[in-house]
């Protein structure tokens, strides 16, 4: 029998599972040769990091050098995400690559992972001057961006670093005394808040419960991926 081959492209890792168990228990009647390709998401985020690299739609616009979009796997199941770039972020582009970042890339080793097989991003793209928090106004201006990521990731499960990113994906004015611990839900996806590195950084007391916070991630991760 002559090879055959069937392109087939899927909006989502589920239907994506499911059109691999078909075509697998086809492939003993002479499908010999496919080639399986989610809807890409890679594509998807460079054309959408294409369409908002000059964004003008808030003041930050003014002040930073790079829109700080985001960086890793466009395929993760485990997405990290902080508040905003700081000036080590602003000045090369990517995000969580100061101080803060080091730590974050040993807290994602901590469980197992590589930097590099997760997606990091933050709720603000580009840096506030002088590191001062986030405006309301620039909050909902760019809060779409992060959600249209989340949307295009699909990820398993997303790890809120510090108050500011769990309150704005959580829509709560709740402290994290209160938020840690717990297991929420975005939109579907297993949402675990954490301290941020930059918080852990600072007071060291936090880093036990921050650890907890990790594990308790990896576990929901790995229930979540079977
Ligand atoms: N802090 C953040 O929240 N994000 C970064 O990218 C860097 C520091």
Redesign the pocket.
């Known amino acids: 029998m002559g090879e055959r081959t069937v392109d087939v492209n899927v909006e989502t890792k589920e239907t994506l599972a499911a059109v691999r168990t078909f075509i697998q228990a086809q492939a003993e009647f002479g499908l010999s040769e496919f080639r399986l390709a989610r809807t890409d998401a890679a594509a998807r985020l460079t054309d959408f990091h294409g369409s908002i690299r000059d964004c003008r739609m808030c003041g930050l616009c003014e002040s930073r050098r790079a829109v ?1 979009f985001g960086s890793g796997n466009p395929e993760a199941d485990l997405m990290f995400v ?5 000036a080590e ?1 602003d000045r090369t582009g990517m ?2 690559v ?1 101080p ?2 080091e730590l974050l890339t040993r807290m994602i080793e901590a469980i197992g992972f590589q930097r590099d097989e997760v997606y990091i991003a ?1 709720v603000i793209k580009c840096r506030p001057p002088g590191n001062r928090d986030p405006k309301p106004e620039e909050v909902s201006t760019c809060k779409p961006f992060l959600e249209r990521q989340i949307e295009y990731i699909q990820p398993v499960a997303i790890c809120a ?2 108050l500011f990113a769990a309150r704005t994906l959580l829509e709560t004015d709740e402290p994290m005394s209160s938020l840690r611990g717990r297991l929420f839900s975005y939109r579907g996806i297993h949402l675990i808040p954490t301290y ?1 590195p ?1 918080a852990l950084l600072r007071n060291r007391q936090w880093k036990r419960p921050a650890w907890e916070d990790l594990q308790h991630l990896r576990r929901v991760y790995d229930n979540a991926a079977g």
């Open positions: 700080v902080g508040e905003a770039p700081g972020e995000p969580f100061g803060a970042g933050n670093l510090g941020h930059a």
